[in-house]
Protein backbone atom coordinates (compact mmCIF):
# COMPACT_ATOMS: atom_id res chain seq x y z
CA UNK A 1 0.00 0.00 0.00
CA UNK A 2 1.81 3.22 -0.77
CA UNK A 3 0.76 7.06 0.03
CA UNK A 4 3.99 8.78 -1.32
CA UNK A 5 3.38 11.61 0.67
CA UNK A 6 1.50 13.85 2.97
CA UNK A 7 0.82 17.09 4.47
CA UNK A 8 -1.40 17.94 7.48
CA UNK A 9 -1.61 20.76 9.82
CA UNK A 10 0.48 19.07 11.84
CA UNK A 11 3.29 19.05 9.53
CA UNK A 12 2.88 22.57 8.67
CA UNK A 13 2.80 23.73 12.32
CA UNK A 14 5.63 21.29 13.60
CA UNK A 15 7.94 22.01 10.45
CA UNK A 16 6.99 25.51 8.93
CA UNK A 17 6.11 27.14 11.79
CA UNK A 18 9.30 29.19 11.91
CA UNK A 19 9.48 30.19 8.59
CA UNK A 20 8.46 33.80 8.35
CA UNK A 21 6.27 32.86 4.80
CA UNK A 22 4.87 29.93 5.53
CA UNK A 23 2.51 29.79 2.23
CA UNK A 24 5.94 30.01 0.68
CA UNK A 25 7.55 27.15 1.61
CA UNK A 26 7.53 24.23 -0.39
CA UNK A 27 5.52 20.91 0.59
CA UNK A 28 8.35 18.64 0.16
CA UNK A 29 9.79 20.92 3.16
CA UNK A 30 7.11 20.01 5.27
CA UNK A 31 5.52 17.01 4.07
CA UNK A 32 5.38 13.39 5.61
CA UNK A 33 7.14 11.07 2.94
CA UNK A 34 5.63 7.67 2.53
CA UNK A 35 3.54 7.35 5.64
CA UNK A 36 1.63 4.38 6.76
CA UNK A 37 -1.48 3.76 5.53
CA UNK A 38 -4.57 1.59 6.61
CA UNK A 39 -6.78 -0.40 4.24
CA UNK A 40 -10.53 0.11 3.93
CA UNK A 41 -11.14 -2.90 5.49
CA UNK A 42 -8.91 -2.77 8.62
CA UNK A 43 -11.15 -2.33 11.65
CA UNK A 44 -11.02 0.52 14.11
CA UNK A 45 -9.16 -0.89 16.66
CA UNK A 46 -5.94 -1.57 14.79
CA UNK A 47 -6.42 1.71 12.33
CA UNK A 48 -6.01 3.49 15.99
CA UNK A 49 -3.12 1.54 17.02
CA UNK A 50 -1.31 2.43 14.17
CA UNK A 51 -2.20 6.39 14.76
CA UNK A 52 -0.47 5.82 17.86
CA UNK A 53 2.33 3.84 17.00
CA UNK A 54 3.44 5.84 14.25
CA UNK A 55 2.24 9.38 16.08
CA UNK A 56 -0.07 10.42 13.78
CA UNK A 57 -2.98 12.66 14.34
CA UNK A 58 -4.41 11.32 10.93
CA UNK A 59 -3.56 8.06 8.46
CA UNK A 60 -4.35 7.65 4.89
CA UNK A 61 -7.09 4.54 4.12
CA UNK A 62 -6.67 3.06 0.74
CA UNK A 63 -8.40 0.72 -1.16
CA UNK A 64 -7.91 -3.01 0.06
CA UNK A 65 -7.94 -4.09 -3.82
CA UNK A 66 -6.73 -1.15 -5.62
CA UNK A 67 -4.27 0.65 -3.42
CA UNK A 68 -5.57 3.80 -4.11
CA UNK A 69 -6.48 6.42 -1.52
CA UNK A 70 -9.68 6.78 -0.37
CA UNK A 71 -9.79 8.87 3.23
CA UNK A 72 -7.79 10.23 5.53
CA UNK A 73 -8.69 8.79 9.59
CA UNK A 74 -8.20 11.00 12.31
Do not use: C, F
Amino acid sequence: RVVEWMVTERDILLKAAHHRHVLDIPSEVVMTPSPTVVGAGTSMSLALAALGQHGYRHIPVVDDETNRAESLLG
